[in-house]
């Protein structure tokens, strides 16, 4: 429970903004002064090698944002309506909502408690149930590779392709091997929160020259090689733009630094909370290297208060010794810092009521309820429900390149108050 004040920050700390460097500028001047201010020119080839080399792939398409790469990937991977579809449940709805622009139904997988990412036991209880399921939607949440290698295995032996999902992990390794170089096609975002930004911009990634080339013509409205404009499919205005593409192409040389940042800051909240009653987002320490874009708290289960959570509020009660994330983020909001909810699992999403949800013991729908009334538990007499319950359990801390050591100590404290 919360006992003591602080002063606030006089300028926010962020969740996670962008961090410029000055190169941005000169790549985006250029484009400028050369009058490349459309969808073509140096800055664009630029960030489709960079993101090629970087990911291990042989092609990168530089797109408008990450969701319009994964609109295509849906498309390459012959997402058709109707079609059951079976994706990362504790992820944004970004990854998502393109299945469902092709028609698709999302199928949801529930979540691991080792990297907080895709179960393999749900996504094989999953082929079990529907084996007919040909296309994955896989995501790397906040960073974490999920044990990729494995769910592609699973995949290969029956018969799916993989759309990897790696918006929040540029940068991160398992196996030796890039996040985004696993799936049938990978997906990377330069949006203004992810560890190096663009202010907008996304890449699908592919090692087939056929499906770069027949994704760059649909990004530009899918234009035939004609003297007028002929068209023989259905196409988009997905095309990142050169000046965009500038700023992506200034930041790629700080990726590296931009790492080493997020994993500072990580090692430090670990190093700081390790005798609180808490546990940092965990990874796979042996197989991964994660960017650590953003560090996160899951709160042991006999240290919480009561919180409740309705659609769109929270409740808790406070309690001496315990606390619980709506009074930490309470907390730190209160102190000018900005720490954010765990990311909604989507079979807990409104819009997504109806659609399947897979726990390791199987079926889980209903289970999400039942799990809020009292804990229903599995045979490991560990939650159904996972997703439910990092949700329920965990947030998202301050995790600003930016934040100054002093900064983070604040924080800290003001973390360390709550459980007094
Ligand atoms: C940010 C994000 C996206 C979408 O990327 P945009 O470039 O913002 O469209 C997709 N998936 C995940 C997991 C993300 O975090």
New binding site residues.
């Given amino acids: 429970m919360v006992t003591k004040e602080f002063t606030p920050f006089e300028n926010k700390v962020w969740l996670s903004s962008p961090t410029m460097h000055g190169e941005e500028l000169e790549y985006m001047k250029e484009a400028y002064d050369t009058n490349w201010m459309s969808t073509v020119g140096a800055n664009i080839n630029e960030v489709e090698r960079l993101t090629a080399e970087k990911t291990g792939r042989k092609y990168a398409v530089a797109l408008s944002?990450?969701?319009?790469?994964?609109h295509l990937a849906m498309k390459v991977a012959g997402v058709k309506p109707g079609m059951r579809v079976f994706c990362s449940d504790m992820?944004?709805d970004?990854?998502i909502n393109p299945v469902v622009y092709e028609g698709g139904v999302p199928v949801f997988i529930d979540t691991e408690y080792d990297t907080w990412n895709m179960d393999l036991a749900a996504l094989e209880k999953a082929f079990e149930l529907y084996p007919d399921v040909k296309v994955v939607v896989v995501?790397h949440?906040y960073g974490t590779p999920g044990k990729i290698d494995e769910i592609r295995n699973i995949c290969e032996k029956h018969g799916a392709v993989i759309v990897e999902?790696a918006?929040?992990s540029l940068g991160s390794t398992y196996k030796g091997k890039m996040t985004g170089s696993f799936g049938t096609v990978g997906?990377c975002?330069?949006?203004g929160?992810?560890i190096i930004t663009g202010s907008?911009?996304?890449c699908l990634l592919t090692d087939d020259e056929a499906v770069y080339e027949k994704v760059k013509k649909w990004s530009t409205q899918s234009r035939e090689d004609a003297p007028w404009y002929q068209h023989e499919e259905i196409g988009y205005n997905y095309r990142m733009s050169n000046v965009i593409a500038g700023v992506v192409r200034g930041q790629y040389p700080h990726l590296e630094e931009h790492v080493a940042q997020k994993t500072a800051i990580y090692e430090r909240y670990k190093e700081s909370f390790k005798d609180l009653p808490v546990k940092m987002n965990p990874y796979d320490e042996v197989n991964s290297v994660p960017n650590f874009w953003l560090s996160c708290l899951l709160i042991d289960e006999d240290a919480m208060c009561r919180q409740v959570r309705g659609e769109q509020d929270a409740l808790y009660i406070g309690e001496h010794g315990k606390s619980c994330p709506t009074e930490i983020l309470e907390a730190l909001a209160k102190c000018n810092a900005e720490g954010r909810p765990i990311w909604k699992p989507m079979h807990m999403q409104p819009i997504f009521r109806n659609n399947g949800f897979i726990t390791r013991e199987g079926d889980g729908r209903g289970r999400t309820n039942a799990y809020i009334a009292g804990g229903k538990l599995g045979k490991d007499g560990r939650p159904i429900d996972v997703g439910a319950d990092i949700f329920h359990r965990g947030l998202c801390l301050p995790s600003d390149n930016k934040m100054t050591v002093e900064d983070q100590e604040k924080i800290i404290e003001i973390v360390k108050s709550c459980f007094e």
């Fill in positions: 944002c990450g969701t319009a790469a994964l992820t944004f970004a990854t995501a949440l999902d918006a929040e997906v975002s330069f949006n929160n992810k907008a911009g996304g």
